[in-house]
C-alpha cells in the first residue's frame, strides 16, 4: 500500500519553480509517491479505473498545485468529475466507502503575496477561504480535512526561499503521517 500519495496537477509543470520544489523534496521521501497528472493525462481524459486503484491503494492523500484564478486547474476538477463522482455517487459500497477518513491535504502555490489575499487585497478573500469548494469535497467524501500547506509569493521566491518551502512541506508530510499513525 503506498502511504502517502501526492498527485501534482500543474498545467506547466516543466517551468514551475515552487511545485517542482515541493514535488522533488516530497519524492523522495519513504512511502510516498507522486503522480505528475498532466504528464499522465495531457489530454485530459482521466482513466478512473487507474485512478480509483490509486486512492485506495493510499494511506493519506495530497493534492499538489497552483492556484489559478482562485481555483485548481482544470485537470484537477475533471479528475474531480471523473474520480470521485464515480466513488461517491455510482459506486459508494465498493470504493468510496473505502476511503473514509483517509487524511487529504492541499498543497497550493499563489503567485501572490499573503497580503493580496486578506479583504483590502487584491484578491479579497484568503486563500484559505478560496478552497473552502475542497474542504466541502473532502467532507462529503469523509476524507479528513487537513489544515491547507500553502506558499505565497511563489514566482518571486528565491531559490533559498524555495528550499525553505521544499523542507517545511516535507515537515507538514511527516506530520501527517504521525497523526495518523497515532
Not at 493510499?58 to 481555483?71: D, G, H, T
Not at 464515480?86 to 473505502?98: L, N, Q, S, T, V
Not at 484568503?126 to 487537513?146: E, G
Not at 514566482?155 to 521544499?166: F, G, K, Q, Y
Request: hydrophobic share 50%; aromatic share 8%; glycine share 2%.
Amino acid at each position: 500500500m503506498t502511504q502517502t500519495l501526492i498527485l501534482l496537477f500543474h498545467p506547466d509543470y516543466q517551468n514551475s519553480r515552487a511545485n517542482r520544489a515541493l514535488a522533488e523534496a516530497a519524492a523522495n521521501q519513504p512511502g510516498t509517491s507522486l503522480v505528475d497528472m498532466q504528464a499522465l493525462y495531457p489530454d485530459g481524459r482521466i482513466d478512473a479505473d487507474v485512478e480509483v486503484a490509486r486512492l485506495l491503494a493510499a494511506e493519506r492523500i495530497v493534492l499538489q498545485f497552483p492556484v489559478q484564478w482562485y481555483s485548481t486547474p482544470p485537470l484537477l476538477k475533471a479528475w474531480q468529475d471523473a474520480v470521485l463522482t464515480r466513488m461517491f455517487y455510482i459506486h459508494y459500497e465498493a470504493e468510496g466507502a473505502k476511503l473514509a477518513s483517509r487524511p487529504l491535504l492541499i498543497a497550493a502555490t499563489a503567485g501572490n503575496i499573503p497580503e493580496a489575499y486578506t479583504p483590502s487585497g487584491a484578491n479579497l478573500f484568503s486563500l484559505r477561504d478560496l478552497l473552502k469548494p475542497l474542504q466541502a469535497t473532502a467532507h462529503r467524501c469523509a476524507l479528513a480535512w487537513q489544515e491547507p500547506f500553502l506558499i505565497y509569493d511563489a514566482r518571486r521566491a528565491d531559490a533559498e526561499a524555495l528550499a525553505a518551502a521544499a523542507d517545511h512541506y516535507v515537515a507538514r508530510l511527516a506530520q501527517l503521517e504521525t497523526r495518523q499513525a497515532a
